[in-house]
């Protein structure tokens, strides 16, 4: 999530954007799987991004954290040893066990279904595959669409989580709904 604030920063600098062409009023959020959820979390908590897309966003923070399965106990230990296995520990100087500690002590405020009412009424993508994380997707559209959100977009591709055999129809919507960002 640092990296994400920092990246934004950088962008919104005026120095930056001017030397990059860029408008800083005009970022969006798209993220795959943890790249999803701190796209929602980052989004969520900034109303100054334009739109945010979820792409099988993982929900890592769940009262029941999507990455366990339902019948483990949470704790460190066993959450350190199921992101050990899964191999999900992706940054340099992350341990299995610091990302556990850190899941943990955040479940509550990284919960991105909760967050419908702070990313309305921006425009929202969320597309799912068959990879078991469709449900806190769901929940979050649903939640939006409780609020009458009008600018929700939502696709389910049947494939897996790194959408073998379906890039080009990912690729498809993601520019399709950019292309139809309010300008």
């Keep these: 999530m640092q990296d994400t604030e920092a990246s934004i920063a950088y962008l919104r600098d005026p120095a930056n954007a001017a030397r990059l062409h860029s408008d800083p009023s005009n970022i969006v959020l798209i993220g795959h799987s943890m790249g999803g959820m701190i796209a929602a979390n980052i989004g969520a908590h900034?109303?100054?991004?334009r739109a945010i897309g979820l792409?099988?966003?993982?929900?890592?923070?769940?009262?029941?954290?999507s990455v366990v399965k339902p019948d483990e106990v949470i704790n460190v230990p066993n959450l350190a040893a199921h992101l050990d296995k899964v191999g999900l520990y992706p940054l340099a100087g992350c341990t299995a066990e610091?990302?556990?500690t850190e899941l943990l002590a955040n479940t509550a405020r990284w919960n991105f279904p909760d967050f419908?009412?702070?990313?309305?009424?921006?425009?929202i993508l969320i597309i799912t595959s068959d990879d078991n994380l469709a449900p806190p997707n769901d929940l979050l559209a649903a939640n939006l669409r409780s609020l009458?959100?009008?600018?929700l977009t939502t696709l389910h591709l049947a494939t897996d989580h790194i959408y073998s055999g379906a890039r080009i129809a990912l690729e498809t919507a993601v520019i399709d709904w950019l292309n139809q960002l309010p300008k």
């Design 46 to 49: 900034d109303p100054a991004i």
């Design 55 to 65: 792409i099988s966003a993982a929900n890592m923070a769940s009262g029941r954290l």
């Design 98 to 100: 610091s990302l556990a």
């Design 116 to 123: 419908a009412p702070l990313l309305n009424p921006r425009p």
């Design 148 to 151: 009458h959100d009008p600018h």
